[in-house]
């Protein structure tokens, strides 16, 4: 078997919350999988589902689940999650905002973010994924893509064994990439496996 599990996250805080603690649920596509998470770009360690953290400081927040198979094939691509713990005292009078997902095609495709939080997944093709404001999520797909995760605390993922072009800006960035892509020096943690040139 060397066909890695797909993780998902099915439960869990997304755009603007009051609570400082999060419980999350995550499954994976293969039975017998074993789960390891991480936690705003810290290294990733074994976890179990429902899983909480308490605690939290006010400010954006990343959750990232990854299975792996009873082979040893790891999810090269792990779920992930943001959300921001506002200060219930300062808490803002209008609608929390929401995650806005676009989604490309098997071609060519140019997708842009919000002010807001935003997940950009592309699929085949040489995309740009921008990310503009917000904390973002931006899933490269299987082509040659530039990945521009703009200001904001980002989550790029990248992994996917073709050489891929990304940058983050400001904020606390969490890069997800294969040892070949060409990784701007503004990403603040890079996580780098797999594919070489």
């Not at 400081?57 to 299975?67: E, I, L, Q």
């Not at 997944?121 to 921008?130: E, I, P």
């Not at 082509?143 to 995760?149: E, I, N, P, T």
């Not at 996917?160 to 503004?186: E, F, M, N, S």
Request: glycine content about 12%; hydrophobic content about 30%; proline content about 6%.
């Amino acid at each position: 078997d060397g066909t890695p599990p797909e993780t998902t996250i099915t439960a869990g805080p997304s755009g603007q919350v009051k609570t400082t603690s999060a419980s999350f649920e995550f499954t994976s596509s293969e039975t017998g999988s074993r789960f390891d998470c991480s936690l705003d770009g810290r290294p990733f360690a074994a976890c179990s589902s429902p899983t909480t953290h308490a605690a939290l400081a006010p400010g954006a927040h990343t959750f990232s689940a990854r299975a792996t198979d009873a082979a040893g094939n790891s999810d090269p691509t792990p779920a992930v999650r943001t959300w921001t713990v506002i200060n219930p005292k300062r808490a803002p009078r209008s609608r929390p905002s929401q995650n806005i997902t676009r989604t490309g095609t098997a071609r060519r495709d140019v997708l842009r973010g919000t002010r807001g939080p935003d997940v950009l997944r592309g699929l085949g093709g040489a995309d740009l994924l921008y990310g503009l404001r917000g904390n973002d999520v931006l899933l490269g797909g299987r082509g040659q893509d530039r990945l521009l995760a703009g200001a904001g605390s980002d989550v790029v993922q990248a992994k996917d064994g073709v050489r891929d072009t990304i940058a983050c800006g400001l904020g606390r960035d969490v890069v997800y990439a294969d040892r070949a892509d060409r990784i701007a020096r503004d990403c603040e943690v890079v996580h780098r496996s797999g594919w070489r040139s």
